[in-house]
């Protein structure tokens, strides 16, 4: 079955969120996935080419959610790739920097896992 799921990848620095996000992701029956602990490292992996899915805290250190998205989205190669930004950050600005860099859809820590489940589908 992990052939029909889309390769998902956990940016998250903080240890017990990404914890967190990989049981709900493993509860809801995704069990394609990868983690990193910030976005340099994601976007190391994503060029790759083997990702489908970013979920990506705000927040993190050395490349933070919000450079990792727009360099996603400068690239002609991983421009459409479905973005979840996730974060503490209840900020107006956060959010609106987010939309203007094109996040595909935002999720506000704690995450609930029946919004993540909606949002994956």
């Known amino acids: 079955m992990n052939g029909d799921q889309p390769k998902i990848l956990i940016a998250e620095d903080n240890q017990a969120m990404r914890k967190m996000l990989e049981s709900m992701l493993i509860e809801l029956g995704y069990h394609n996935y990868g983690s990193v602990i910030n976005g340099l490292k994601a976007w190391e992996i994503i060029q790759e080419g083997t990702i489908d899915l970013v979920l990506c805290d705000y927040l993190m250190p050395e490349m933070n959610g919000l450079e990792l998205l727009r360099l996603i989205r400068k690239s002609k190669s991983f421009y459409d790739m479905p973005f979840i930004m996730v974060t503490g950050a209840d900020n ?7 939309v203007q860099a094109e996040v595909d859809h935002y999720l506000l820590k704690p995450p609930n896992i029946s919004q993540l489940q909606m949002l994956l589908k």
Do not use: K, N
């Not at 107006?92 to 987010?98: A, E, G, I, P, V």
């Open 92 to 98: 107006r600005t956060d959010f609106m920097r987010s």
